[in-house]
C-alpha cells in the first residue's frame, strides 16, 4: 500500500513536471520570419523568446546575427530545442534554457519575443515594462498586453518598444 502511493506521488510528480506551462504550438516558419523582420534585429543585439518550444524562433534570431536564448519549463521541448540548434550548426548564437521565466530578468535584453496565452499577460506586461531598458523591443505573437499599446501590428505580430 505505501509503495504504490509513493509510486502514484512520483508519478504526478513527473507528470506535472513535464506537462507544466502553456500547450506547445509551434509558430509557423513564415511567422517566425516575420517576428524577424518586424523587429528590425541586428547583429550582436541580444534576443530572448519566452515559451521557446522546440527553439525555431530562437534559431531564426541566431541566423538574424543575434545572441539568442530560449526560455522553456518542459524538459522535452528543452531537449528538442537544443538539439535544433545543434542540428543549425548555431551552438556558439543560440542556446535553450530550462528555466522558469518568471525567474529570469530581462534587463540585458534588446528583443523579446513571446507567443503567449491570455492569462499571463498581464502579469508579463508589468514584469517587462519593469525590467528592459529603453528601446527594447518586444515582439507578441497572436496576445496583445492589456494596456501597453503596440506600436505597430501586422499578421497577428504586435511589436512594442520599451520608452
Known amino acids: 500500500m505505501a509503495y504504490s502511493f509513493i509510486f502514484l506521488t512520483v508519478a504526478v510528480g513527473i507528470l506535472f513536471i513535464l506537462l507544466r506551462g502553456a500547450p506547445f504550438v509551434p509558430t ?6 516575420r ?5 528590425r534585429v541586428l547583429p550582436g543585439e541580444k534576443a530572448a523568446d519566452i515559451g521557446s ?6 534559431i531564426a534570431f541566431a541566423q538574424a546575427g543575434a545572441k539568442s536564448h530560449g ?3 518542459k524538459p522535452w521541448l528543452v531537449w528538442l530545442g537544443r538539439r535544433n540548434i545543434k542540428k543549425a550548426g548555431l551552438e556558439n548564437r543560440a542556446s535553450i534554457h530550462w528555466k522558469d521565466f518568471w525567474s529570469q530578468n530581462f534587463s540585458s535584453f534588446d528583443i523579446v519575443t513571446v ?3 491570455n492569462h499571463i499577460m498581464k502579469r508579463l ?9 529603453p528601446g527594447a523591443r518586444v515582439v507578441l505573437n497572436s496576445f496583445k498586453f492589456p494596456t501597453w499599446e503596440p506600436i505597430k501590428s501586422q499578421n497577428n505580430l504586435h511589436l512594442y518598444i520599451k520608452d
Do not use: P, T
Request: positive net charge.
Open 71 to 73: 526560455y522553456e519549463i
Open 53 to 58: 518550444g522546440d527553439g525555431r524562433i530562437a
Open 28 to 33: 509557423a516558419r513564415e511567422q517566425v520570419l
Open 35 to 39: 517576428m524577424v523582420e518586424l523587429s
Open 115 to 117: 507567443y503567449g496565452i
Open 125 to 133: 506586461e508589468r514584469k517587462l515594462r519593469k525590467e528592459l531598458k
